[in-house]
T-cell receptor, first 114, second 112 residues
Framework: NAGVTQTPKFQVLKTGQSMTLQCAQD?????MSWYRQDPGMGLRLIHY???????DQGEVPNGYNVSRSTTEDFPLRLLSAAPSQTSVYFC?????????????FGPGTRLLVL | SQQGEEDPQALSIQEGENATMNCSYK?????LQWYRQNSGRGLVHLIL?????REKHSGRLRVTLDTSKKSSSLLITASRAADTASYFC????????????FGGGTRLMVKP
């Protein structure tokens, strides 16, 4: 299994541009989520999904959209990039069956908004 | 606001010494998890302790949980240079969709 994969690894955007961060997992996990990590800080939850067709907001959802059309994919869209969205973005997945509560993280996407 | 807060924010020790990191949280939890992050990498799950457990071991790791004080500690025994990383606690709160809330992390440096 490749686990959780994210693309791109690095991205530079200008203020106002839009883009989509891709996340895919091949473990058939129902739960997927997006976090952002700012320098020297922990992760903050942006959006999450508990299954295909179901998404919900996390702690810091403003400026981001998500969709979950398949179990495997959970893209994060920045609608109009702002410098405050400069961060490292992590996608994670989890299999809730059998009480397994640990999350598996992707390697991250480093985003710089100028 | 973050649910968990780690203490200390940074810790520097010599190889072979023990490292202790603490985490405090604010609301009731279902479980608490510790993750490790090497520089520039994603997070890796280390250990999970449930709200009805008080202590758990995994190799050189020992985690304690005190729900009355809303705190947890992570002890790494006989540290190695390869343990150098940031360590985060994350809480899985009751009725929160089972999504994690992370603290700010402890940056551990183990000097050879």
């Amino acid at each position: 299994n490749a686990g959780v994969t994210q693309t791109p690894k690095f991205q530079v955007l200008k203020t106002g541009q839009s883009m989509t961060l891709q996340c895919a997992q091949d473990m058939n996990h129902e739960y997927m989520s997006w976090y952002r990590q700012d320098p020297g800080m922990g992760l903050r939850l942006i959006h999450y999904s508990v299954g295909a067709g179901i998404t919900d907001q996390g702690e810091v959802p403003n400026g981001y959209n998500v969709s979950r059309s398949t179990t495997e994919d959970f893209p994060l869209r920045l609608l109009s990039a702002a410098p405050s969205q400069t961060s490292v973005y992590f996608c994670a997945s989890r299999d809730p069956r059998g009480g397994i509560e640990t999350q598996y993280f992707g390697p991250g996407t480093r985003l710089l908004v100028l | 606001s973050q649910q968990g807060e780690e203490d200390p924010q940074a810790l520097s020790i010599q190889e072979g010494e023990n490292a202790t990191m603490n985490c405090s949280y604010k609301t009731s939890i279902n479980n608490l998890q510790w993750y490790r992050q090497n520089s520039g990498r994603g997070l890796v799950h280390l250990i999970l302790i449930r709200s009805n457990e008080r202590e758990k071991h995994s190799g050189r790791l020992r985690v304690t949980l005190d729900t009355s004080k809303k705190s947890s500690s992570l002890l790494i025994t006989a540290s190695r240079a390869a343990d150098t990383a940031s360590y985060f606690c994350a809480t899985d709160r009751n009725n929160a969709g089972n999504m994690l809330t992370f603290g700010g992390g402890t940056r551990l440096m183990v000097k050879p």
